[in-house]
């Protein structure tokens, strides 16, 4: 039996009773970011990053049980070391470190590799096992850099302002979202949220991090005010009735999907940027090669797939099966939490 | 071939039509003439013959990439387009080469007669020279089967605001046997006396679909009714001693139909007939599944012609010694085709016969008795119009019956293609046969995308099994399947083959053991089939 297992309640430490991002209420949950998908309603007690926690307690409620660690620090349970790792996701995620009698597993929770400029970049783990997501584990995503990405997002948006046009730029409230508020030349004119990324910015401003400024979509503003300007919404907000709103607009969308013609062409968008906060297919092979492991497990993504192609090149794998969603949410196909 | 990738995506990025006929007007008049004949005719659907086996591609770009060929395969079947998974493995990201869209097609041309050792040698090339979006296009114009989202109707509008010239007429120029291999530009669009008028079919007059009461149509006596016979829409052409037939999908498809060349003794010159192309014995018409075992082969042999005869049942005249009656009212086109129809000595072409009628009342009984007669409603036509280009409303409307619909249970599912790669979209469907299941349709359509996540949601929470890409999933939904017809087939265990079936709605009131049987399946082929 393995240091961690895969159970119907999640990811299972049977020595310290621990479980890692789990699916079903439990004792103890350790939380490696704070998606809904991984950090879910009903856990006694919860332990997560510091920049976790005020968003997971705003999800949950203030009156969860949560603790808090930085990046580095350990927590011994019944002789197991648990240790948090930047996993450049959004932010506050982590890789969780396990250790037992000098046998080291790493879980990965979500993760990418590029540097965004926002949250802390990811840093490779060495460990026996790597519990790793594989979204996009396919070689038909690679993404480009940022820079490049956020290039062309600008030249949109003033393309759309030259045109009269508001823009409606679409991503995940937590995470995305401020991405792309980060990334993006605010010179070129206003931003606008949508409620729910509003809430999630408010929080994150209370923790100490700057954010650009925003201005929350109210009832109140007029139409012509938003003329010109960008509105960052998430995916689950287009095609309601919260856009009559606004004046003649184009829509845009950021995830790793738009890399498909036929995804980015099912949204009926204007405009589809491939940007995602997961890795691409080189990104996860290389973090895969950075942990120097003996064996992978695969838990959500193309996952017979990513795990046969690397059982081929002789890195032992399975698949386990899990509920995390990945970037699904993104495209409006997972249940992206209402509040947050 | 800068500006046409710049041209194809601006046109992917827009679902506005207005801006997808101002994108390619501007590109239009910029381009030169070789590259706006080749854009109209890729746009038309007239692209060079293809010159190399895609699954020669395959081997050469997963080698290219480093993958193994079935991770390729895994990645083509879940990006559901060769192509575009071809330019995304593919390592180059950098534009090197500028050849012109006319240049590169003449490249692909070429390809034709070399061995695969030496296209091999060319298309590894051109790969490596271009970035990811050209490499897109050119892998479209290599291996076809490109659908743009741009109706040949907003190409043509586009052109003929380019062009300076009226729609109608160059919709009509833009029809027939033309290809760019052999035309130009000024040829085809701007001469006045187009060498290939001969062969060159009349753009259809396509019906909308009825909404509303029928008596809201007004007086009954305004209007003719006919049967909506079920097989092909096609035009005969009988110019200079030839004949041509063209199927509504603008195909020539002459040589499917041989027994209509006795046409040519019988029919006088410069005549066009609409109608409807039928398989038809002893009186009667037969269903449209003997005609697709015939469509789909590609020689018609001495076997098929006897056991799948086909006859036109024409409904239409468009062109009566060689004058265009498109202006003509339907009533003195009808009293010509009528004329010509009786006098002539053919038994392959009928006329459709006129359902007299002196009130609506007796018109929607008369509907009812469609499916005895082998039809699939009614088509309802104003006496005093003229024959328009397109799908027009107003003065023609198709009046179909509702489908035959059966309950069924899902039993396995598939991921989608392209548009919807992430998701299982594909389902079989069964029907009871005492204790077992029996598959006897595919189905895909007619979900809203809600209820594709949550049926979705259902297969990964209830898989038994898996095979390939195929998951068996717990027999727990019925779905109500519609379709238009129903025969015998050896293709699917339950020995029936449907026509057209598509999910209707999801039956979340019924449990899966009400689904309906084979026996009742059974029953319609009696019935209908």
Same mark, same amino acid.
């Given at each position: 039996?393995?240091?961690?297992?895969?159970t119907e309640?999640?990811?299972?430490?049977?020595q310290?009773?621990?479980?890692?991002?789990?699916?079903?209420?439990?004792?103890?949950?350790?939380?490696?970011?704070?998606?809904?998908?991984?950090? #879910?309603?009903g856990?006694?007690?919860?332990?997560?990053?510091?920049?976790?926690?005020?968003?997971?307690q705003?999800?949950?409620?203030?009156?969860?049980?949560?603790?808090?660690?930085?990046?580095?620090?350990? #927590?011994?349970?019944?002789?197991?070391g648990?240790?948090?790792?930047?996993?450049?996701?959004?932010?506050?995620?982590?890789q969780?470190?396990?250790?037992?009698?000098?046998?080291?597993?790493?879980?990965?929770?979500?993760?990418?590799?590029?540097?965004?400029?926002?949250?802390?970049?990811?840093?490779?783990?060495?460990?026996?096992?790597?519990?790793?997501?594989?979204t996009?584990g396919?070689?038909?995503?690679?993404?480009?850099?940022?820079?490049?990405?956020?290039?062309?997002?600008?030249t949109?948006?003033?393309?759309?302002?030259?045109?009269?046009?508001?823009?409606?730029?679409?991503?995940?409230?937590?995470?995305?979202?401020?991405?792309?508020?980060?990334?993006?030349?605010?010179?070129?004119?206003?931003?606008?949220?949508?409620?729910?990324?509003?809430?999630?910015?408010?929080?994150?401003? %209370?923790?100490?991090?700057k954010?650009?400024?925003?201005?929350?979509?109210?009832?109140?503003i007029?139409?012509?005010?938003?003329?010109?300007?960008?509105i960052?919404?998430?995916p689950?907000?287009?095609?309601?009735?919260?856009?009559?709103?606004?004046?003649?607009y184009?829509?845009g969308?950021?995830?790793?999907?738009?890399?498909?013609?036929?995804?980015?062409?099912?949204?009926?968008?204007?405009?589809?940027?491939?940007?995602?906060?997961?890795?691409?297919?080189d990104?996860? %092979?290389?973090?895969?090669?950075?942990?120097?492991?003996?064996?992978?497990?695969?838990?959500h993504?193309?996952?017979?797939?990513?795990s046969?192609?690397?059982?081929?090149?002789?890195?032992?794998t399975?698949?386990?099966?899990?509920?995390f969603?990945?970037?699904?949410a993104?495209?409006?196909?997972?249940?992206?939490?209402?509040?947050? | 071939?800068?500006?046409?990738?710049?041209?194809?995506?601006?046109?992917d990025?827009?679902?506005?039509?207005?801006?997808?006929v101002?994108v390619?007007?501007?590109?239009?008049?910029?381009?030169?003439?070789e590259?706006?004949?080749?854009?109209?005719?890729?746009?038309?659907? $007239?692209?060079?013959?293809?010159s190399?086996?895609?699954?020669?591609?395959?081997?050469?770009?997963?080698?290219?990439?480093?993958? !193994?060929?079935?991770l390729?395969? /895994?990645?083509?079947?879940?990006?559901?387009?060769?192509?575009?998974?071809?330019?995304?493995?593919?390592?180059?990201?950098?534009?090197?080469?500028?050849?012109?869209?006319?240049?590169?097609?003449?490249?692909?041309?070429?390809?034709?007669?070399?061995?695969?050792?030496?296209?091999?040698?060319?298309?590894?090339?051109?790969?490596?020279?271009?970035?990811?979006?050209? $490499?897109f296009?050119?892998?479209?114009?290599?291996?076809?089967?490109?659908?743009?989202?741009?109706?040949?109707?907003?190409?043509?509008?586009?052109?003929?605001?380019?062009?300076?010239?009226? /729609?109608?007429?160059?919709?009509?120029?833009l029809?027939?046997?033309?290809?760019?291999?052999?035309?130009?530009?000024?040829?085809?669009?701007?001469?006045?006396?187009p060498?290939?008028?001969l062969?060159?079919?009349? !753009?259809?007059?396509?019906?909308?679909?009825?909404e509303?009461?029928?008596?809201?149509?007004?007086?009954v006596?305004?209007?003719?009714?006919e049967?909506?016979?079920?097989?092909?829409?096609?035009q005969?052409?009988i110019?200079?001693?030839?004949?041509?037939?063209?199927?509504?999908?603008?195909?020539?498809?002459?040589?499917?139909?041989?027994?209509?060349?006795?046409?040519?003794?019988?029919?006088?010159?410069?005549?066009?007939?609409?109608?409807?192309?039928?398989p038809?014995?002893?009186?009667?018409?037969?269903?449209?599944a003997?005609?697709?075992?015939?469509?789909?082969?590609?020689?018609?042999?001495?076997?098929?012609?006897?056991?799948?005869?086909?006859?036109?049942?024409?409904?239409d005249?468009?062109?009566?010694?060689?004058q265009?009656?498109?202006?003509?009212?339907?009533?003195?086109?009808?009293?010509?085709? /009528?004329?010509?129809?009786q006098?002539?000595?053919?038994?392959?072409?009928?006329?459709?016969?006129?359902?007299?009628?002196?009130?609506?009342?007796?018109?929607?009984?008369?509907?009812?008795?469609?499916?005895?007669?082998?039809?699939e409603?009614?088509?309802?036509?104003r006496?005093?119009s003229?024959?328009?280009?397109?799908?027009?409303?107003g003065?023609?409307?198709?009046?179909?019956?509702?489908?035959?619909?059966?309950?069924?249970?899902?039993?396995?599912?598939m991921?989608?293609h392209?548009?919807?790669?992430?998701?299982y979209?594909?389902y079989?469907f069964?029907?009871?046969?005492?204790?077992?299941?029996?598959?006897?349709?595919?189905?895909?359509?007619?979900?809203?995308?809600?209820?594709?996540?949550r049926?979705?949601a259902?297969?990964?929470?209830?898989t038994?099994d898996?095979?390939?890409?195929?998951?068996?999933?717990?027999?727990?939904?019925?779905f109500?399947?519609?379709?238009e017809?129903?025969?015998?087939?050896?293709?699917?265990?339950?020995?029936?083959?449907?026509?057209?079936?598509?999910i209707?709605?999801?039956? /979340?009131?019924?449990?899966?053991?009400?689904?309906?049987?084979?026996?009742?399946?059974?029953?319609?082929?009696?019935e209908?089939?």
């Amino acid at each position: 039996m393995g240091l961690l297992q895969f159970t119907e309640k999640g990811i299972y430490c049977k020595q310290a009773k621990v479980y890692i991002d789990p699916w079903k209420p439990v004792d103890y949950a350790i939380i490696t970011h704070a998606h809904a998908d991984h950090s #879910r309603w009903g856990n006694k007690f919860y332990l997560s990053h510091h920049l976790s926690k005020p968003i997971i307690q705003h999800r949950l409620g203030q009156d969860i049980s949560i603790e808090s660690m930085e990046y580095g620090e350990r #927590r011994t349970i019944n002789g197991v070391g648990f240790s948090f790792h930047p996993a450049g996701h959004i932010i506050g995620s982590s890789q969780v470190r396990v250790e037992y009698k000098g046998e080291v597993w790493v879980a990965s929770g979500d993760y990418k590799l590029e540097n965004d400029g926002f949250c802390t970049p990811f840093e490779p783990v060495k460990c026996d096992v790597f519990i790793t997501e594989c979204t996009f584990g396919l070689p038909v995503f690679k993404w480009k850099p940022q820079e490049q990405v956020f290039a062309e997002m600008n030249t949109w948006w003033q393309k759309n302002k030259f045109e009269g046009k508001a823009t409606i730029l679409a991503g995940y409230s937590l995470g995305k979202a401020q991405r792309i508020l980060q990334g993006l030349d605010p010179s070129i004119g206003k931003i606008y949220t949508h409620g729910a990324i509003e809430k999630t910015n408010e929080i994150i401003r %209370n923790m100490g991090v700057k954010l650009n400024e925003t201005i929350y979509v109210e009832s109140e503003i007029k139409k012509k005010d938003f003329e010109g300007s960008l509105i960052i919404a998430p995916p689950r907000s287009l095609g309601t009735s919260w856009q009559k709103k606004f004046p003649a607009y184009e829509v845009g969308m950021a995830s790793g999907w738009m890399n498909v013609r036929g995804t980015r062409r099912r949204q009926s968008l204007d405009r589809g940027f491939v940007l995602s906060d997961h890795a691409d297919w080189d990104g996860l %092979n290389s973090a895969i090669k950075a942990t120097d492991c003996e064996k992978v497990i695969v838990t959500h993504g193309y996952t017979n797939i990513f795990s046969k192609w690397l059982n081929d090149k002789g890195i032992e794998t399975q698949a386990e099966s899990t509920e995390f969603e990945g970037e699904l949410a993104e495209v409006g196909q997972g249940k992206e939490d209402k509040e947050a | 071939m800068k500006d046409f990738v710049q041209l194809f995506n601006q046109l992917d990025q827009t679902t506005k039509t207005s801006r997808k006929v101002a994108v390619l007007k501007s590109y239009f008049d910029t381009a030169n003439d070789e590259d706006k004949l080749w854009t109209i005719g890729i746009l038309s659907h $007239r692209r060079p013959k293809r010159s190399v086996r895609t699954a020669l591609l395959r081997v050469w770009v997963a080698a290219e990439a480093n993958l !193994p060929l079935w991770l390729f395969e /895994e990645s083509y079947h879940i990006v559901g387009d060769l192509a575009e998974t071809i330019a995304l493995v593919h390592p180059n990201l950098e534009s090197k080469n500028d050849k012109s869209l006319s240049e590169w097609i003449q490249f692909i041309i070429d390809l034709k007669p070399l061995s695969d050792e030496e296209q091999k040698g060319k298309v590894l090339w051109v790969w490596n020279q271009l970035n990811e979006k050209e $490499r897109f296009v050119f892998n479209k114009l290599l291996t076809g089967g490109w659908r743009v989202g741009l109706s040949q109707k907003l190409m043509t509008r586009a052109l003929a605001q380019h062009a300076e010239v009226e /729609e109608n007429s160059l919709t009509h120029r833009l029809m027939g046997n033309w290809r760019a291999e052999t035309t130009t530009y000024n040829e085809l669009i701007e001469s006045s006396n187009p060498a290939d008028q001969l062969s060159k079919p009349y !753009p259809f007059y396509l019906a909308y679909a009825l909404e509303g009461e029928v008596q809201e149509l007004g007086d009954v006596a305004d209007w003719q009714a006919e049967w909506k016979w079920d097989g092909i829409r096609g035009q005969i052409i009988i110019r200079n001693n030839e004949l041509f037939v063209w199927s509504r999908g603008e195909e020539l498809v002459t040589e499917k139909f041989p027994e209509f060349q006795e046409l040519l003794e019988a029919v006088p010159d410069g005549t066009v007939l609409d109608g409807e192309i039928i398989p038809f014995q002893d009186g009667k018409p037969l269903s449209f599944a003997t005609m697709q075992t015939r469509i789909s082969r590609k020689n018609v042999s001495k076997g098929i012609l006897k056991s799948a005869p086909i006859v036109m049942i024409a409904y239409d005249i468009l062109e009566f010694e060689g004058q265009d009656l498109r202006e003509t009212p339907m009533l003195e086109r009808r009293r010509i085709l /009528e004329k010509l129809v009786q006098y002539q000595e053919s038994n392959k072409l009928l006329i459709s016969n006129i359902l007299w009628v002196n009130s609506w009342e007796k018109l929607i009984e008369v509907r009812t008795k469609s499916r005895e007669n082998n039809a699939e409603g009614l088509m309802l036509k104003r006496k005093d119009s003229t024959y328009k280009t397109g799908r027009k409303k107003g003065d023609w409307w198709k009046w179909k019956v509702d489908a035959l619909t059966i309950d069924a249970v899902m039993i396995y599912a598939m991921r989608g293609h392209g548009r919807r790669a992430n998701l299982y979209t594909d389902y079989t469907f069964a029907v009871w046969d005492d204790e077992k299941l029996v598959p006897f349709a595919k189905a895909y359509s007619g979900l809203t995308d809600k209820e594709i996540k949550r049926v979705d949601a259902f297969v990964k929470k209830n898989t038994v099994d898996k095979f390939g890409p195929v998951r068996s999933v717990t027999p727990e939904l019925v779905f109500e399947i519609a379709f238009e017809g129903i025969a015998k087939s050896s293709r699917y265990k339950s020995g029936v083959a449907l026509r057209f079936p598509r999910i209707h709605r999801w039956r /979340e009131d019924k449990p899966a053991k009400e689904a309906n049987t084979l026996d009742d399946l059974m029953r319609m082929l009696d019935e209908f089939g």
